[in-house]
Nanobody
Framework: QVQLVESGGGLVQPGGSLTLSCAAS????????FGWYRQAPGKARELVAR???????NYGDSVKGRFTISRDSAKNAVDLQMNSLKPEDTGVYYC?????????WGQGTQVTVSS
């Protein structure tokens, strides 16, 4: 079992920045894929960003060039740096980890982009 705990969500104005962090209860070296998904009201959950064990990254088209995902081995966590935030980035952001053939999800953290 892997427990994932997200932090860093909140309210930010358009154009602002936030950093989300997801701490894992197991060593991230054993996690093959670490990522973030989001879900806006009335919409399906969508990929934001993910990072593989070799640090290969993928981003959703709507966040490319604005968001950066990275591993932090010292904290046993994955961070999502979000810049130039837009109102359409509003939603619940979920941390995701894939380890030994099993997928795990965090409880989600709310991000609201509004003036």
């Amino acid at each position: 079992q892997v427990q994932l705990v997200e932090s860093g969500g909140g309210l930010v104005q358009p154009g602002g920045s936030l950093t989300l962090s997801c701490a894992a209860s197991k060593s991230i070296s054993s996690i093959t894929i670490f990522g973030w998904y989001r879900q806006a009201p009335g919409k399906a959950r969508e990929l934001v960003a993910r990072i593989g064990s070799a640090d290969h990254t993928n981003y959703g088209d709507s966040v490319k060039g604005r968001f950066t995902i990275s591993r932090d081995s010292a904290k046993n966590a994955v961070d999502l740096q979000m810049n130039s935030l837009k109102p359409e980035d509003t939603g619940v952001y979920y941390c995701y980890a894939h380890r030994y053939g099993t997928a795990y999800w965090g409880q989600g953290t709310q991000v609201t982009v509004s003036s």
